[in-house]
Structure formats: structure tokens, C-alpha cells
């Protein structure tokens, strides 16, 4: 796949080399953070090898959860750094792509048609369990996972056709804060709606911890936003929400009260995925590798160590521990200006209410990684969400850009297509 991207950027750059440098330009601060982390991961590990011991990102051989190696270069030094220039890779074609096109529609059905796909595949994983159906979807389960029973309690775990629940709630948040974002603008409101319901559904049942902690975290992104941007929700949506709410509360407090089985069972289920989760082997060992970031980011004076050179349980130690002072600061940079409104906007345009929520599906896509990354890369999802957003301001504010050689703008206005958007402000 990454051969591909870089095919494409190679044909781009030839064809247009004035929108490539722009892309770079727009995305500057993702830019510096991909290449400082691949030149780092290769010269960084060398500067420090043997100044501290690590728990290798990709641990091979180790017999206990603390145990460590001295520090060296190895593979996952190069994996990790082609992972991220992939990455930055996918932020430059996506932003290309849109740039040129002419219809935004595709995004938005897009959207759409993967939320319910991968909400419906952790249905039927679960309605089909015991049948042929597990073979089918046991020909896509082919990560380096552990393949175990996934149940917890006498609740069936949901990961559809991915390795594990984590991996699938994972993947599923950042398509139902996408297509949440989209129905918020009143973009497509019943499909993107539906789509949105029926995969925070899905996630709810899930029993993953990671599906809980990231809509845990989303929720409070968005009270955040109502009570200091109360003019960008708009009140019936507001109402829909609370509503929504209060009929699932009242939904699993009937099941509780009629069962007193299910409650107990289900309340074992919350705090085993929750709560109890800090105290266990997995969150102590999770704690140990948060701290080697910290302690790598001292022990090299701030340069970082390298990104793959350790495994740690949150993007933020990855990152600090890997890439210092100039990796944190150039993502954070570029997490503001995904997120920062920019200048000249124009008020109520479709693309400018895509890229807002293209900018906070990135942003919000990364809760769980604050709790589970093991490494510095944010991923080819974060990426693209990302490029997309960057571009999509770029164009709404700047809609009269000059003409190429061929007299056709290198930015087109968003065509208004019927029934693309029925809003009344």
C-alpha cells in the first residue's frame, strides 16, 4: 500500500508540482514530525544505545512483564519510521485529491457506507457466532494477534472481522465521530444519522474498554464545545441528544430492574473493562511502559530516543520518549491547526462544515490512544482525516484561487447538489 502512495506522489509531483509544495506547505508541521522521527529512528538509537534498558516495542522472547533489554537498534526502528512517513504520505494525497475535486459527496457516502459496513460486520459476529460465518471472517483476521474466545462474562465480546474488540472499537469511534460530526451539520442528517446510531450502538455492546474510554472522552469534548461554542450546535440537534440519552438510560435501568442477574452480570462486565482494569497485570505492565517515555525523554536530553526504540502505552510518552521536544511540539502544532478556525471562512459553506468535522473526527479519533499506543505513529485514519480537513479550510477560505495553466481553478467552489443538505439557519 505505501508503495502505491508514493507511485501516486511521484505521478502527482511530475503533473503538478505547484499543488504538491502547497500540500507540503499546508501540512508543514506534519512534515517536520514525519521526518525528524524517520531520521531519528535511525540515528537516535545509535547516539543512546546502552544508556538505558527499554521493553522492546515488539517484545520477542521476553519471560515477565517487566522485563527489559539494553538499548540498540533494531527492525521495529525501521518499521515504525516507514509507518510514519506512510502516514505523512497519506495526509499529502489526501489533501491533493480533494483539492481537486470538484464534488465532495463521495466523502460523505463514504463515510457513511464504512460506518454501517463495520457496524453491521460486529452484528453479525455476534448473531452468527458458531456457524460457518466464523470461517468466513477468520480469512481477514490475519494481524499477529492471539486469536482467543472473546467473552467476558456471559457477554460475547464484539470485534467483527478484526483480531480483537480494542482494534474494532478502535476503528469503529473515529467513523461514528465522523458521521456524529456530519449529522451535527445537518449533512445528509437521516443517512449519517443512522449510521452514526447504529455504530454507537455497537460500541456500547462491545465491552471494550476502548470503545468506552473513547466515547467517555468524546462525550466531554462535546459538552466542552456546547458550553464555550454554544452557536455551533444548533438546539434541535441538542434536544435529539438528550432525548437519545435519556431513553437509553432509561432502557438499561427496565433490563436492570427486571433482571437482577443481568445487572449483577453487567455491572461485573463495567468494572472488569473499567476500574478494575488499573489494578490488573495488564495495567500495571501498561503504567511501566508509560514511564519509559518519561524516562527516555530525560535520558536524551529531550532528542528522544527513537521512534520504535520501546513500547508505551499512550501516544503521548511514544512520542515524548521517541521524537522530544521536536516531535510533541510539531504534532501539537498540527493538531491546533486541524482544529484552529482559520481566517477568512466562509460562514455556512459545505466544505468549510466537512472540514470542521473531518478536523475534530482527527483530533477526537485520538482518545484511546492516550491510554493504549504503543508506538509514535498516529495512523493512516488520523492521516487522512487530517489532510482532508486542511485542505477543505484551505479551499473555503480561500475560494477564488488563481487559475492553473488551463484556466481552471485550483481550488473549485463546492457544488450545492439537491438534497446534499437541507439546513435552515
Given at each position: 500500500m505505501l508503495g502505491f502512495l508514493l507511485l501516486s506522489c511521484f505521478s502527482l509531483v511530475k503533473e503538478d508540482a505547484a499543488l504538491f509544495r502547497q500540500a507540503i506547505v499546508d501540512n508543514v508541521w506534519l512534515v517536520i514530525f514525519c521526518i525528524y522521527s524517520f531520521i531519528?529512528?535511525?540515528l537516535l538509537p545509535r547516539i543512546f544505545q546502552q544508556s538505558m534498558d527499554v521493553f522492546p516495542l515488539r517484545p520477542i522472547g521476553m519471560r515477565h512483564q517487566f522485563d527489559t533489554i539494553p538499548l540498540f537498534f533494531s527492525s521495529q526502528n525501521i518499521t515504525t519510521a516507514v509507518y510514519l512517513i506512510g502516514t505523512g504520505i497519506a495526509a499529502l494525497c489526501c489533501y491533493i485529491a480533494v483539492t481537486r475535486s470538484k464534488n465532495l459527496n463521495p466523502l460523505v457516502t463514504a463515510a457513511i457506507v464504512i460506518t454501517v459496513t463495520h457496524a453491521s460486520f460486529g452484528i453479525l459476529g455476534v448473531a452468527l457466532r458458531g456457524t460457518p460465518w466464523d470461517q468466513v471472517v477468520e480469512f481477514f483476521r490475519n494481524g499477529s494477534y492471539s486469536q482467543v474466545d472473546q467473552r467476558t462474562k456471559s457477554f460475547i465480546r464484539i470485534n467483527g472481522i478484526m483480531p480483537e474488540p480494542?482494534?474494532?472499537a478502535d476503528f469503529g469511534l473515529a467513523w461514528f465521530i465522523l458521521c456524529f460530526e456530519l449529522w451535527l451539520r445537518h449533512i445528509r442528517p437521516p443517512a449519517t444519522g443512522f449510521a452514526a446510531a447504529l455504530m454507537a450502538i455497537?460500541?456500547?455492546?462491545?465491552t471494550?474498554?476502548?470503545?468506552?474510554v473513547g466515547l467517555a472522552g468524546y462525550a466531554l469534548i462535546l459538552l466542552c464545545r456546547a458550553a464555550l461554542m454554544p452557536r455551533y450546535l444548533r438546539a434541535d440537534k441538542l434536544i435529539t441528544i438528550g432525548a437519545v440519552a435519556l431513553l437509553g438510560i432509561a432502557f438499561v435501568?427496565?433490563?436492570?430492574?427486571?433482571?437482577?442477574?443481568?445487572a449483577q452480570a453487567f455491572e461485573e462486565m463495567i468494572r472488569q473493562m473499567t476500574v478494575d482494569k488499573a489494578g490488573s497485570d495488564s495495567g500495571l505492565q501498561r503504567a511501566f511502559w508509560a514511564r519509559q517515555g518519561l524516562d527516555a525523554f530525560f535520558v536524551s536530553y529531550g532528542l528522544g530516543i527513537g521512534a520504535g526504540s520501546f513500547r508505551s502505552s499512550s501516544i503521548v510518552t511514544a512520542i515524548l520518549g521517541g521524537m522530544g521536544v521536536v516531535g510533541i511540539v510539531s504534532f501539537i502544532a498540527y493538531l491546533l491547526q486541524i482544529g484552529w478556525p482559520r481566517r477568512g471562512a466562509q460562514p455556512g459553506s459545505e466544505a468549510g462544515d466537512i472540514a470542521d468535522a473531518m478536523g475534530w473526527t482527527a483530533i477526537a479519533s485520538l482518545i484511546p490512544a492516550l491510554l493504549t499506543q504503543a508506538s509514535p505513529d498516529p495512523g493512516m485514519d488520523f492521516a487522512c482525516f487530517a489532510g482532508i480537513a486542511i485542505a477543505l479550510k484551505c479551499r473555503d477560505a480561500i475560494p477564488n484561487r488563481p487559475a492553473d495553466r488551463a484556466g481552471n481553478?485550483?481550488?473549485p467552489t463546492v457544488p450545492r447538489s439537491a438534497g446534499w443538505?437541507?439546513?435552515s439557519r
Open positions: 531519528g529512528a535511525f480494542s482494534i474494532y455497537v460500541l456500547m455492546l462491545s471494550s474498554s476502548t470503545a468506552y435501568s427496565l433490563l436492570m430492574i427486571a433482571s437482577s442477574e443481568a481553478p485550483t481550488a443538505r437541507h439546513v
